[in-house]
Every structure is written in structure tokens, then in C-alpha cells.
């Protein structure tokens, strides 16, 4: 056992038996490499990484890789998603030198923890142009022997010029209709008219441009947008990206039709998408938007909920294959065979056909992953649904992936968004419970007195890393769509203690925002980014959870925090739409609102209800919704709302105007469709 045995990350565990001495980060291991006058070997990765796993059992689980290692380096492992910081200061040096990152990241450092050498996956033996791990290890260690200056003087440049990346956007100006025009036909000319989504393969599922398309098509009517959004929600519904029988994304697929997928789940992901498809579902009606959104709003509940009530953070990839041998994709794929194993032969082929189950397969070794195909006809929906639940029974005695059990907060705030809006949309209060118990283990566990974040927890215990501008920001986000949906004011009041450490402690001159905080430990260079990765830029998604609470409370200095915050998706979105489409989404909110809805009544009323429910309904981006009873203090949208004739009555106002009240729903309906 190394030191990692000592950790609470799944990801550092899984190397804790290495025969490589590991050091988690820390100032320990760079005052050995000082004292041992070595470099540091970083390696950065996460538990549901596929390259990773090959790595470690290539290299970093044998001995004679090990013992170069130990000799000559201090070896330092990071889990990406506890140290987000560190990943995104490395990562920005790999992408600069080599013009592409990825995970596993191999780094080596100088024992100040200036980067000079950069690489990701490094096979055993030299294949596909890329040089062994081995002679990696000795031409570093080589260069730091015997050209000791030359390598300072590379880690000095690679720092300054890192230096020199802040970034000053923000305070000059909000985006307005030009930009968002532009973004849209950006996003159009980009757009994959045969197979939905943008660019070609891999190709990731695009949430963040996609919720920005069906906020602008709900506040500008377009159609255009709307059919983007609906066609690659359908062509991902179809495709082998998404479980057909157990519901939920797969983090990408590995071609432009979205058939194969990189089979590892990934929590934002699923939150991300069921968001989007209820929101589709919202705009359109659609059965198959409903179905995907409850479907994986069932899965993140069913294979990724904690005991404690939080979610983990993922599912691997790799299983066993049942001959001891861990394979990518193993507990999803299916051949003809295996069909007919568990079918019959009539199911069987049905079933083929059904799923694009062929001979030759979709994926390897003849295996197929499980698709809808546009051509495979309609089908008797109650035998359909009886080979679901047969094949679905029958994979759940393969080996499961592993499960990376650690609670992030940040996925958790997406998480809780996502099912408190499909909990309330589709009449599923169970799902708003789920919601609401991840929100109280966010309280209990993640946030201390002084309302600072702690970013992960595991079994029940808080990790030692900070809370970054994402897990503020998403946190923020799901309190507010919580308290929107249940309508308990607490979770107004902790999104707003959250968003006041946003102000306080990530906020520069100018109004853009830092990744980390500004007591946050100092690395190379500190982190900002107001692009989207897999999740929504911590920059973009504060600016919207600003606004949502500007809307809520009236607080000038929150909204206008979010506006300059805004003024790099002025800069950013007519050029780069695809990376920045969270940030386009929460200007979407800020061009249409203030819309602030007040629903007063007695909860058990149906009146109330029905007000409610076309509130919920109305998917307008800038709307804000309080509801209780009459001269309630849950919400100060609440106050001085009276009902109207004894019935529940609903208050609409609009950029700092107000409507006639109304107890009509239909009339309600009408008012929050006005563009």
C-alpha cells in the first residue's frame, strides 16, 4: 500500500496497491522533490476513465515501470474531479504545448510545480508514433540530470506565458438580440443535418447549446432553433449513446451517428440531458422526450443515488466480461445469440431488428450495441416492453461496472435541478423528494457555517478539497429550481448565502469570475474559464444563478453582478457558440426577464394547482416562480399578494412591470407566452 490508501477518492484507491510510491497533491510531496532534488511525475485522471485503467495496468502496476519511477521521480496521482483546479491549470499548459489534452495527463514538474514536459496515455512499448512510457521516464529524467538550465528556462516560459492568460471579460456590456443572432447561425452552420448535434466524431451530446436553443426558441418563437434541439434529442434517443433498456447517457459517442458509445455514465451528463428533455417535452408534447427524461431520471436514481441520499458521481465503462477479463462495454452489448439465450428465437429476431442487432455487429467481436433505428417499423408496444424487461433482467446478472461512489457537489446541484423540474413536470413527487434529499446532504455535509462549499464527500464523510466556482454555481442552481418547485423558501435563502460567497470570494475587478476562491491554495496560475466542458462553465452557470435570485429577491447587486459577469458571452458567443452555450442560455433569461410569477392560495386547493402547474408550464427563460399562501415570508415575491375574491390568484410582472392579476389559468397561459 502507497499513500493513497489514506484517501477517501475512488480514483487514487484504485491505485493505492500500485507498486509505485504515489503522493496525493500536496506541499508533502513537493518538499520531497525538493529534498530528493527530483522531478514530480503528475498523473491526472478519474475513476471512470477508460485510457486511464490501461495505463495503470500497463505501467503503473508493473514493477520494473514502478521502480524507475520511484527512483528517479516523486510520483503525485489527482483525481480531476476533486481537483478540478489543478486538472484545469495543467491541462491549459498540455493543451498549449501538444494542441490536445485529454485524461489519463502525464505532467512532469519541477519540484516548484512549473511544468516543463507534457503528454497524456503513454503506451508500454513505442506504437502509433508515440514513444514508450519507459523512454519517456529516461529522457526526462535525463534532461533534468544533465540539462538542468534549459529545463528551467522551459518551466519559466510555460509559467509566464500561462500568467498572461487572465482574461478581462465581463463589465463591458450584456449580450444582446445581435449576439444571440449570430450564435444561433454560428450553432446552424456547425449543425450535422443528417445525424443532429455539431462536428463530427467523437462527438459529445451538446447540453448546454441544446438548452440554449429551446430557451431561444421559447422566447423568440424561432423554429429553426427548435428543430436543432428536437432532432438531436431524437437522434440521440435512437442511438447506442443512449441505454435502450435501462435509461440514461453514455458520456460520448465514439462516431458522428451516435451509434457506439465511450460506455462510461457520467452523473452531469444525465442530469444535463434529463433537464433538456423535459424541457423539450415542455415545449413540444413529445412522448419520446418524456420517456427518455423519465428514463434517466429513473436511472440516475436507481444505479447512481448514494445511502446517504446524494448521487455518485459514475459508472465505469469497463466490466468483466465474465471470463475474468475487464472489457469496455461488456454490460451493454448484445449478440443475436444472447438474444435468443434469453428470447426465444421468434423474440429474438424481433428483437434484432428492433435494436440493430446484426451478425457482424455494431461494435466488436461481432457485438451490437442496442440502438432504435429509424427503419425498424412499428412494433406491438406490449411485447416490445415485455423483450425490454427480459433482456433488462438478464443483463443485471452480468458483472456491473464499477460505480465511483464519491458525492461532487457541483453534479449534485445539476442533479437536484434536473429532477426537481421533472419531479414537478411530470406529476412525479417522488423524484422532488429525491431532489430535496440530495439538497439536504448538500446542507448536512458539503456546506459549513460561514457557507463555504466543501466540492466532495464519500460514504458519508466530507473530502478535504475545497468547493470551486462550479460547485457554487450548480449548487446555487439546483436551491433555486427547488425552491421554485416546492415552494420552500429555505432553499432561496441558502442559494443566496452561496451566491453572496460567489460576490465575496470569486468575483475580479470587472466583474469576470476566478475558478477558484481568493483565499483558494496558489498553484502556477489561478484558474478562469468561461467555456463549457462537460459541465456548464462555473463562470456562466454563477451569472445565471445570480440572475435567477436577482429575479427572486429584487437584489440590484446580484443582477448586476450577473450582467458584467455576462459581458464575455458578448464577447465570446457570436465566435464560439458550441463553447459557450450555458452562458447563451442564461442570456436567453436575462433578454426575456424579469418575469416574476407569484401563484398565493392554500396548497391543498386545486385552483392553486391548476395556477401552478401553467406556471410551471409556461418555460419562458427569464421566469421566476414563488408560490404559498397570501402575505407568506417564504418568498418575497409573496408579499402583498392578495388572493382575489377568496381564489387563488397568480401576479405576473415583466421587466419591472406589472400585470393585472388573474385566477384564470388560461389567461395566466396567456400572459407568460407574450414574446
Known sequence: MNRLAGTTSPYLLQHADNPVDWWPWGPEAFEEAKRRDVPVLLSVGYSACHWCHVMAHESFEDEVTAAL??????????????????????????????????????VFLTPDAEPFYFGTYFPPEPRHGMPSFSDVLDGVSHAWTERRDEVGEVAGKIVKDLSARSLAFGGDGV?????????????????????????????????????????????????????????????????????QLGGGFARYAVDREWVVPHFEKMLYDNALLCRVYTHLWRATGSGLARRVALETADFMVRELRTPEGGFASALDADSDDGTG?????????????????????????????YFGV????????????????????????????????????????????????????????????????????????DLVERATEAADLLVRLHLDEGARLTRTSKDGHAGGNAGVLEDYADVAEGFLALASVTGEGVWLEFAGFLLDVVLDQFTAEGGALYDTAHDAERLIRRPQDP??????????????????????????????????????????GPRAPRFIGWGLAVAEALLDGPREIAVVGAPDDEAFRALRRTALRAGTPGAVLATGLPGGEEFPLL????????RATAYVCRHFVCDAPTTDPEELSRKLAAH
Open 69 to 106: 519511477i520511484n527512483e528517479r521521480f516523486v510520483a503525485v496521482k489527482v483525481d480531476r474531479e476533486e481537483r478540478p483546479d489543478v486538472d484545469a491549470v495543467y491541462m491549459e499548459a498540455v493543451q498549449a504545448a501538444t494542441g490536445q489534452g485529454g485524461w489519463p495527463m502525464t
Open 175 to 243: 449580450p444582446g438580440e445581435e449576439e444571440l443572432a449570430q450564435a444561433l447561425l454560428g450553432l446552424t452552420r456547425e449543425y450535422d443535418t443528417t445525424a443532429g448535434g455539431f462536428g463530427g466524431a467523437p462527438k459529445f451530446p451538446p447540453s448546454m447549446a441544446l438548452e440554449f436553443l429551446l430557451r431561444h426558441h421559447a422566447r423568440t418563437g424561432s423554429e429553426g432553433a427548435l428543430q436543432m434541439a428536437a432532432d438531436t434529442c431524437e437522434a440521440m434517443a435512437r442511438g447506442g449513446i443512449y441505454d
Open 325 to 353: 477479463r475487464h472489457v469496455e462495454g461488456a454490460y451493454y452489448v448484445w449478440t443475436p445469440a444472447q438474444l435468443a439465450a434469453v428470447l426465444g428465437e421468434e423474440d429474438a429476431g424481433d428483437a434484432a431488428r
Open 358 to 429: 446484426t451478425e457482424d455487429g455494431t461494435f466488436e467481436h461481432g457485438s451490437s450495441v442496442l440502438q432504435l433505428p429509424q427503419d425498424a417499423g412499428v412494433s406491438d408496444a406490449e411485447r416490445i416492453a415485455s423483450v425490454r424487461a427480459r433482456l433488462l433482467a438478464a443483463r443485471e446478472q452480468r458483472p456491473r461496472p464499477g460505480r465511483d461512489d464519491k458525492v461532487v457537489a457541483a453534479w449534485n446541484g445539476l442533479a437536484v435541478a434536473a429532477l426537481a423540474e421533472a419531479g414537478a413536470l411530470f406529476d412525479r413527487p
Open 531 to 572: 467555456t463549457d466542458n462537460a459541465t456548464p462553465s462555473g463562470w456562466t452557470a454563477a451569472a445565471g444563478a445570480l440572475l435567477t435570485y436577482a429575479a427572486h429577491t429584487g437584489s440590484e447587486a446580484h443582477r448586476t453582478a450577473a450582467e458584467r459577469a455576462l459581458g464575455v458571452v458578448r464577447a465570446l
Open 639 to 646: 408579499r402583498d399578494r392578495p388572493l382575489i375574491d377568496g
